[in-house]
């Protein structure tokens, strides 16, 4: 079987060098309280300028339009003052020379979409300093001031993310657009980040295959930002919009790199199957890059969000690979959230991980050898504690383990079972643990009896011990290892 690697880097979580005290207190006294404001009101009066050009040039367009005519001529000219407004806005915050390898492809020979990896909100803006894209976007940005006239003017596609069948027409319309910005150039390439979502860098998740499913050339780009120390990625545990942008415009200068790909023409074997056309442009890209690429997805992000919410430090979960989760043990991103609440429960003082007396308190035992070893079979790397990954890989093997567990169940229940009328009652239920346990007490005995569901009070049908059993796979290993121990002790 495969294994997931415990030590995969996680790409949704900022690892920036801190800042020195004494570069801090120079930047922010002199960065901060001189070039900041001043780049910020440079700033509005620009980002006004934008808002201005692209309301003129969209009056009496549509909002949603899957299906448009090419802007006329006195659109397209007012739009085109804003790339190079918008490269001014980048000088301004301190992005002054942009170092470029490659060559950015226009005219006849352009392709119709562009891709390129997602660390930061400066990711959009450059692009758009290039050129006018067509970009996707989200349907309720068009209620925002700025950018409803933005995205009326681009003609970008809008994604409802509410409606079922707005995948599908997402693709279509991608599919559509960039049929006809290949064979028209009055239309706008599509700026797509296939990624989904921000990283922080330092490695390509999957791709989405959207801008693949088409089969028409791609243009990549790669993007990096080699700061020292100021960190723009847009991560999990970043500042947010406002911080970010005040760390940002605080800097006395912010370096970029961009790398310009040739357009990838796909082959036949690539035009029909969009995952692997989306991989070898990954492939490409991390190469220029000199980064790894990672399993990880957008869905990734959803568990990191839901660890916010539970108080989970997103450290303990953030290498988890929810894709090869999924294809090698068969668990749903729901299953997977469901455990990441059940251990949020264990992790009572929420240090990111269960230590053994946690352990131990979540089967309602006292802490013994039995439950040492159960522990240890978790701790894979041998470091006294279990966090979330080692939980959930952990209690994904066990679920594959005990998948065939009716011969040792039944074995427990009929030891149980001392009067042999198939049921268990409590003193039965008892009689095991007082043996096996030497510190447990009545209480927890109880405990553990309580949880199990019965429709005749104070009795366990086999039914009920299996099916509670089931749920609680560790149990069973227990149960397994206690068993093991027996045949041991007989045979020696």
């Not at 406002?242 to 357009?263: E, G, H």
């Not at 553990?448 to 366990?460: S, Y």
Request: with cysteine; proline share 5%; charged share 25%.
């Amino acid at each position: 079987m495969h294994q997931i690697d415990l030590n995969v880097m996680n790409p949704f979580l900022s690892n920036s060098i801190k800042e020195p005290l004494w570069y801090r207190i120079v930047k922010y006294s002199i960065g901060g309280c001189i070039l900041m404001p001043v780049r910020f009101v440079i700033s509005i009066a620009l980002a006004l300028a934008v808002t201005f050009l692209a309301t003129v040039a969209s009056i009496g367009l549509p909002a949603k339009a899957p299906n448009p005519e090419p802007l006329s001529w006195w659109r397209r000219s007012l739009l085109s003052f804003i790339p190079p407004l918008l490269r001014c806005m980048l000088f301004t915050w301190g992005f002054y020379r942009i170092r470029t390898t490659g060559k950015f492809i226009r005219g006849p020979d352009r392709a119709p979409i562009v891709v390129a990896n997602h660390t930061s909100m400066v990711d959009a803006i450059y692009m758009a300093s290039l050129f006018i894209p067509c970009g996707i976007s989200r349907v309720e940005n068009l209620s925002l001031p700025v950018f409803s006239s933005v995205l009326k003017a681009t003609q970008s596609i809008l994604v409802d993310r509410n409606d079922v069948s707005s995948r599908k027409d997402t693709k279509d319309q991608i599919h559509n657009r960039a049929q006809k910005a290949a064979e028209d150039s009055r239309y706008f390439p599509i700026l797509i980040f296939p990624e989904g979502t921000t990283t922080n860098g330092k490695s390509l998740i999957c791709f989405k295959i959207g801008a693949f499913s088409s089969g028409l050339p791609v243009q990549p780009v790669c993007l990096s930002y080699p700061n020292r120390y100021c960190d723009v990625s847009w991560t999990m545990n970043a500042p947010n919009i406002f911080f970010q942008m005040i760390k940002m415009m605080s800097q006395f200068a912010n370096y970029m790199k961009v790398d310009f790909l040739p357009p990838y023409y796909p082959n036949e074997q690539e035009k029909s199957d969009p995952q692997l056309y989306a991989n070898n442009v990954r492939k490409l890209m991390a190469e220029k890059l000199r980064v790894t690429t990672s399993n990880h997805t957008f869905e990734d992000v959803t568990l990191l969000i839901e660890s916010k919410k539970l108080s989970v430090p997103m450290n303990s979960i953030g290498m988890i690979e929810v894709k090869k989760i999924e294809e090698l043990y068969h668990l749903s991103l729901s299953d997977i959230k469901s455990l990441l609440k059940r251990f949020a429960e264990v992790d009572k003082n929420k240090s990111g991980w269960i230590e053994p007396e946690e352990f131990a308190k979540m089967l309602n035992l006292p802490l013994n050898e039995t439950i040492l070893d159960l522990f240890y079979m978790f701790d894979r790397d041998g470091d006294g504690k279990i966090d979330f990954k080692e939980f959930l890989v952990g209690l994904s093997l066990l679920r594959a383990e005990t998948n065939d567990s009716t011969d040792v169940l039944r074995h427990w229940f009929n030891v149980l079972d001392v009067n042999e009328d198939g049921y268990i009652s409590f003193d039965e239920f008892s009689s095991i643990f007082f043996s096996s346990f030497e510190y447990i007490t009545k209480k927890d005995i109880c405990t553990l009896f309580d949880q199990i569901p019965k429709k005749k009070k104070g009795m366990i049908s086999f039914e009920e011990f299996y099916g509670y059993a089931k749920d609680n796979e560790i149990y069973i290993k227990m149960a397994s290892n206690l068993l093991m121990k027996k045949k041991e002790q007989i045979n020696s």
